[in-house]
């Protein structure tokens, strides 16, 4: 009966310590011997992190993934070939920091670099039928823009909403071209302006975000929907718009 | 023991049991397969090693004229194909002294009742030839030599290429030439033959275009590996048999034979391809003709190829696109920093630019990572 229950108790150990989580067999092994768990504590619960600990890090740069719909040619003779299609256009950009003054805005200067492509049905010459190829129009639209950033409203009065805008220059590469054939290739150049509305993430979860910050010296976390306008120079392929883009973005 | 003891008990061990089982199918559930036929296991990496039973090894190397693809697990059947080139190559070693084992001996096993390298093979009463049949090798491939490997041809005879199915190979090394004898030093190839050709493909369908016609169709049910596409650009407008088809070809015939390794008649383009698909496209600028008839042939894992397909004919016109549309409207886009390169270009613009960008992108990567490593370091 003894060595029954010694047997049992002994597979319950076993399979009660081989089923914890990795992790915290890990962090169990950082803290040295005979000393309080203070670390793993923290790491649990980001609001136990002990106050002299500073979690702000620097904040230098802000990354942004975007994406929304994108239309072409929608009021031209020529524009038919897509008019069903709305890209999308999805993009990255990438700001720095120039200039801040915390809790209230931040100054950017950066870039971005984006990719769209239509494509639509080429059609026969001689009788004007719809063929089987495609005809397609890709675009790689870079972008340099300043811009101003204000997260007053998060930081002072707990009100998740920022507001940002940026305006600039785009570089627009595009090529289109039918079936294998490229037919054209070019840089349409001109003016962008975007005006963006953000929701804070870290007014949400405030504990997470400043482990975020110790974990990756990611500051500060954030949804945001913009509008873009493109005003290409009239030498260029006419490819702008005002459009909508939703996206994630960090500063870190 | 306790009622409740016990229950306690048996919940630990199933937990325990499935815990056990987990971690097994995550690391290594598919390490090991059987050859068929053979009830023995092997490494998958044992690339083309086919050890199948005996202390004698044996390695599939040749089937015909071709190499024998690799991976061999699962192994591929051997096809018609090999048949009709009539032999298969094998490499056995780990043979025993040739001084005291000098015969060497290829039997088929006919009955899964008898192993041939059983005395069994081939005795009396039991008709001759039931159990086990002997497959013919030539003289000097039945006189072993003190060799660390040896390579010989094996004729694919009628008894190992009258049907499909499973099949296996002796290859005993003998003291002597006598059928009754059992081997002591033996090997086993296991293969399947297979062959029987799978169906056509169904629904071949081409398409109107000058540089990207497509043709598709529809794949039948079997397991496949192999796709050909045959066009005929010398292909007749209109049916030849005055039906309503757009074209037909007297180079491609629907349902007659195909043989992978005829040449193609003159004008007819063939490409194979080895990841199944059920559409491809082709460029018909330099075909100098308004349709060609196209075919698909659809080839089963040992290589058997269906018969030809159903035509479908490709059209082949001029066609206008964007850009075409944009100029005819008085588009205006023109060179500088509004630019267009008009005409046909060989590279497009995204790879350019993303030869630009990407790194900018990597540079930024591995200053966030370093970042991270000296804040985790403080």
């Known amino acids: ?252 | 023991m306790t009622r409740k003891s016990v229950s306690l008990s048996v919940f630990l061990v199933a937990a325990w049991a499935t815990q056990v089982a987990a971690q097994t199918a995550g690391v290594g559930g598919s390490t090991t397969s059987t050859l068929a036929g053979t009830g023995s296991t092997t490494p998958t990496s044992s690339g083309s090693s086919t050890t199948g039973g005996g202390n004698v090894q044996v390695q599939l190397n040749k089937v015909g004229n071709r190499d024998y693809p690799t991976p061999l697990n699962p192994m591929l059947p051997v096809g018609k194909q090999a048949c009709d080139e009539g032999t298969i190559t094998v490499t056995l070693s780990n043979l025993p002294n040739a001084a005291q084992f000098p015969y060497l001996e290829v039997w088929l096993q006919t009955s899964m009742s008898v192993e041939c390298n059983s005395g069994k093979r081939n005795t009396a009463p039991i008709t001759e030839n039931t159990r086990c049949v002997k497959v013919p090798i030539s003289s000097d491939d039945e006189q072993l030599k003190n060799k660390s490997y040896y390579t010989i041809t094996v004729p694919l005879s009628d008894a190992v290429c009258g049907s499909s199915g499973n099949k296996t190979l002796y290859f005993l090394a003998m003291a002597s030439q006598n059928n009754n004898d059992d081997a002591l030093y033996y090997g086993k190839l296991s293969f399947k033959l297979d062959l029987d050709p799978p169906n056509a493909p169904t629904n071949v369908t081409g398409g109107t275009g000058e540089t990207e016609i497509e043709l598709s169709w529809d794949l039948p049910p079997t397991v496949l590996q192999y796709v050909w596409t045959l066009v005929d650009t010398t292909a007749v407008v209109g049916d030849l048999d005055g039906g309503t088809a757009e074209c037909s070809s007297t180079k491609l015939i629907p349902g007659t034979h195909f043989d992978p390794a005829d040449i193609p008649p003159e004008g007819v383009i063939r490409s194979k391809k080895t990841t199944l698909r059920s559409q491809e496209v082709f460029n018909g600028e330099g075909w100098g003709t308004e349709y060609a008839a196209a075919v698909v042939v659809a080839g089963d894992q040992a290589g058997n190829p269906s018969v030809l397909s159903e035509i479908g004919c490709l059209h082949v016109v001029k066609t206008s696109g964007f850009w075409d549309r944009y100029q005819e409207n008085g588009g205006t886009a023109d060179s500088g920093w509004g630019c267009s390169v008009s005409g046909p270009q060989g590279s497009h613009g995204s790879r350019r630019a993303a030869q630009t960008v990407l790194p900018a992108v990597f540079i930024l990567g591995v200053w966030a990572a370093r970042r991270r490593l000296r804040r985790r370091a403080r």
């Open chain 1, 1 to 252: 009966m003894n060595f029954a229950r010694i047997a049992c108790l002994a597979l319950a150990v076993f399979c009660v310590t081989s089923t914890l989580p990795l992790t915290a067999a890990v962090r169990a092994d950082e803290v040295p011997k005979g000393t309080t768990n203070n670390q793993g504590l923290s790491e649990l619960d980001p609001h136990y992190i002990p106050a002299t600990r500073a979690f702000r890090s620097p904040e230098r740069f802000l990354v942004e993934f975007r994406g929304g719909p994108y239309s072409v040619f929608s009021k031209k003779a020529y524009g038919n070939y897509f008019s069903d299609d709305s890209g999308p256009l999805l993009s990255l950009h990438l700001d720095a920091i120039a200039y801040r003054i915390p809790d209230m805005l931040y100054v950017t200067g950066g870039f971005s670099f984006g990719w769209m492509k239509f494509s639509g049905d080429a059609i026969v010459r001689d009788t004007g039928e719809t063929s089987t190829e495609e005809t397609t129009l890709t675009v790689l639209p870079m972008m340099v823009t300043a811009g101003i950033r204000l997260d007053v409203l998060p930081r002072r009065l707990s009100v998740p909403l920022i507001f940002a805008a940026r305006a600039g220059l785009e570089f627009a590469r595009w090529d289109t071209g039918t079936g294998a054939r490229t037919d054209a290739t070019g840089w349409a150049v001109g003016p962008v302006f975007s005006a963006q509305l953000a929701l804070d993430l870290d007014s949400f979860e405030s504990g997470g975000a400043r482990a975020l910050d110790e974990e990756w010296g990611i500051n500060h976390t954030y949804l945001f929907a913009e509008m873009l306008s493109f005003f290409p120079v009239s030498k260029s392929l006419d490819i702008g718009t005002t459009t909508w883009l939703l996206g994630l973005g960090f500063i870190f």
